[in-house]
Structures are given as C-alpha cells and as structure tokens.
C-alpha cells in the first residue's frame, strides 16, 4: 500500500445492479485494489436514488472516499438517465458544501458494440462531471462488448474476459500509485475479442434463444407504430 | 408534419421556458403541428434495461407508466426536438429517462453501417433530429461533447438529418428567437 489509496467506492449505475456487467467489471478492479491495500465498499445507484433518504446516504459514502468508480453500461450513446440524476445531484450538493480534500475519480463504461469509441461520449461526459464536481480525474476505460462478461464474475469467464482482467489489473497498480490509468490499460480493454464479421453472426444469433416464444420470433420486427409503409 | 418537443427542462429554467416557446412559435408558423412534452411532470420511470420490448413484445415497451408512449410519439413524428440544459456536455436526467425508453423503435440484430456495428431499424423511416443544448454562457468544450453524442444519437436513431445549437442564459429573447430560427433552418424544417 502506498498511502495513495485507502477507501474506494464502487458506485453501479446499472439496472441490473450486482448482477449486471458493470458490476462484474468494477468489482474486479476492488479485487485488484484491495491486493494493493485499499479498502473498499460498493453501491448501487439505482437503489439509492430512489429516495431522499438514499441520496444522502449516497453524499456520505460518496464525501468517504478517496476514489470513486463509476460503472455504467452505454445507454442511447451516453449513462443512463438515474446515473445523469446521480452526477447532478453529487455536483449540486458539492457547490454549496466545497469538498475539503481532494479526491479521485474513474470510470468504466461498457456496451454491446465493439468499437470502444462508441463509448467515448459517457467518458467525455464522466470527465467532465469529474472537473465540475471537482473531483481529480483518474482516467477511464471503454469495455466492448459487455455481452460476453453478461454479469458473470470476471475470474470465471475465462479466455474471453482476458483483456478485460489484465486491463483492469493493470489500472489497479498504477491509481493505487496515484497516477491515473495508463494507455494500456485503455487500449486492451477495447481491442476486440473476435473480428467484427463473427461478432454480427455470434450476436445476432443470440437473439433467437433469448426469444422463448416462437409466435414472438415471428413477429420479433413488428412496427407497432407503423406510418411508412 | 408532425413534430414532438422533449423539453429536458428544469423547474424555473426560464431560458428553457423561452426557447420552447420561440420553438413552437416558429414551427407552428411553418405548418408543423407541434406536441411539447414537459418531461419534468411526466411520470417516467428510468428504463430498467428488462429487454421485453425485444424478447416478449416486439417494439413496444412493457412499462405501465407514460414513458410507455414516447417511443411511439418518437417515430410518429418528422421532427424530433430535444431540449435540455447541457449537463457535463450531455443531456439532463429528465430529457434522459425519456431517450432510455426509446429501445423498441430498433431491433435488437446488429449490422454494420458506415463502418461501425448499430442496432438495425425497425421502421423504414425516422424523423430528423434536432438538439438545442441551454447553457448559461458559452463554453466550448461541453459545447462540443454536447455535438458529438447528437451526432451519435442521429446515427443510432436513424435521423436523415440533425443538428444541434445552443441556447444562453445570456440572451434576451430576440436572441434566442434569431438562434432557435437559425437552428431550425439548418435542417429544412422552417423556409
């Protein structure tokens, strides 16, 4: 332990919560810190930002801690809307209570693409969160394609969560040092795990046994608002 | 012509309030027929990523509250407007909620276009999009994360054409009446 770490909050902003992707990733990364000394709790955004009671439970924790992660899937090319509710309210809350030391934050974003710049705006917008709240920005990482982790622990998913486990192995050493996470944490969380033409054959035959019913498969490009045609 | 307004806005954002108004003004000038929803006191809940409006009822959302009819109003539409206070250079948590609902209008098999791997349509056509982000003053680099996500919200929502502009706290009302009209013509939705 280098003195850089000492409490770490994991903050899902999933509506799967412990079960999601998100989940599986940023609880890896408390796995990795804690070898390195750093004691760390977990919270589930969805949860907590459901009352008055929650949101400022979530402003302890949240004032606690020396790094916060952030994990959220990419929803409509950004966070879903309860960790926008989150991030507003942490940074309303932070502008009239200044914050008395400096703190760290990161961020893990996950999707079913598999160009990892398509998560390049949630970063951008964690980012800019990060220096509005001010909070120091520690760096993030794009994870694709969250399908194949699928909310399952990352140290039983075998070889296909091998870059995700070493990407965030790596991050863990270096902001446990107090630097940020370094380009090849980055870069081997988004490389692809196969090429493109096999993710859309792989990925779209997966709909057809998360479809149960046969009567929806047929009907599963119905246009229940149809007009143009 | 049928356009739907997503108003994102927060209680007593009277810079908002203003450009919603230049908006329907000018629209309705124009021959649209405009539907504004003032999201704020809609009651939609966060989209709780259940999939069924792919697995179980195929392009309609199984949700029981009013988030249930956006996705409809969505692609009924031939202009969709979204406004909303840029916040750290996205949209706010009340334009948002609505955005998440709006899965069913695509299907859920993915095909590459333009290079990139994008959920396919689900309709033939969809409605052109426009994003007016408010802002206090300007500010370049949230002006230009706020640019790229309606960028990517266009390609993902199959928009034949978007654009997106901002709005000041600073403006007076002639101001933001010259902007919303320059914004709007971009596009070809006014003359």
Known sequence: MTGHLQRVLLLIGSPRGAQSTSASLGSYLLLELEKQGAETGVVNLYQYMKSDEGRNDLMDVVNQADLLVFSSPLYIDCLPAPVIAALEMIRDRRMVAQPIRRQRLMALVNSGFPEPEQNATALAIYRQFAEEAEFGWAGGLAFAPGAVINGKPLGSTGFAARNARKSLGIAARALAQGWPVPSDAVKLAGKPLVPAWMFLINANRSWKRQVMDPAVWKEIEKRPFRKNT | ?191
């Open chain 2, 1 to 191: 012509m049928r356009a739907v307004v997503l108003d994102g806005s927060r209680q007593g954002d009277q810079t908002s309030r203003t450009a919603r108004e230049v908006l329907e003004e000018q629209l309705k000038e124009n021959g649209w027929t405009v539907r504004s929803l003032l999201l704020r006191d809609m009651d939609i809940s966060p989209c709780d990523g259940c999939l069924r409006c792919w697995t179980e009822h195929p392009g309609l959302c199984p949700g029981t509250d009013q988030g249930r009819m956006i996705p409809g109003l969505y692609i009924t539409s031939d202009l969709a407007v979204f406004l909303s206070p840029v916040t750290f250079g996205g949209y706010s948590y009340q334009l948002k909620k609505a955005l998440d609902r709006m899965l069913p209008n695509l299907l859920p098999f993915f095909g590459k276009f333009g290079g990139e791997i994008h959920h396919k349509k689900r309709y033939d056509a969809y409605p052109k999009l426009i994003a007016i982000g408010v802002l206090q003053k300007p500010i370049q680099s949230v002006e230009m994360i706020f640019r790229v996500l309606v960028h990517r919200n266009a390609i993902n929502f199959y928009a034949p054409a978007h654009t997106a502009g901002f709005v000041y706290g600073t403006e007076d009302s002639d101001t933001i009446r010259l902007g919303v009209r320059t914004i709007l013509s971009r596009v070809g939705v006014i003359a």
